[in-house]
């Protein structure tokens, strides 16, 4: 069976920090562009940020760009989100993600998603 794990979400205070992991089991992920969603309560899902690998390409959008750093570990086949100067509008649900796409536009169209973690819930506080 091929799923993500995630963990380290929580409860933060605004200007806070939170790591968290993402860890691919039954599949590699290598060959993948991997990166992260986040729901919002009464919001769509959106894309966060990417990394592919084939072209060594990472994207941040604009909300989380300068905050928010992702990582790999591919001898763990585990992604990280190091999530910096939290604001109240980051509470969200997080769910990593992979595609058979390169990182980008093609990567944010859900429908291109190949693999979704669970969701883990990220609440920062005033």
């Known amino acids: 069976e091929e799923y993500f794990v995630e963990s380290g979400g929580g409860l933060v205070q605004a200007g806070g920090s939170l790591r968290l992991s993402c860890q691919a089991s039954?599949?590699?992920?290598?060959?993948?562009?991997i990166g992260w969603f986040r729901q919002a309560p009464g919001k769509e899902r959106e894309g966060v940020t990417c990394y592919s690998s084939r072209d060594d390409k990472t994207n941040y959008k604009p909300f989380v760009e300068g905050r928010f750093t992702m990582s790999t570990d591919m001898s763990k086949s585990t992604v990280y989100l190091q999530m910096n100067n939290l604001k109240v509008e980051d509470t969200a649900v997080y769910y990593c993600?992979?595609?058979?796409?390169?990182?980008?536009?093609?990567?944010?169209?859900?429908?291109?998603?190949?693999?979704w973690g669970q969701g883990i819930r990220v609440t920062v506080s005033e």
């Open positions: 039954g599949f590699s992920f290598g060959d993948l562009a």
């Open positions: 993600a992979a595609s058979p796409k390169f990182c980008g536009s093609y990567y944010y169209y859900q429908p291109n998603v190949e693999y």
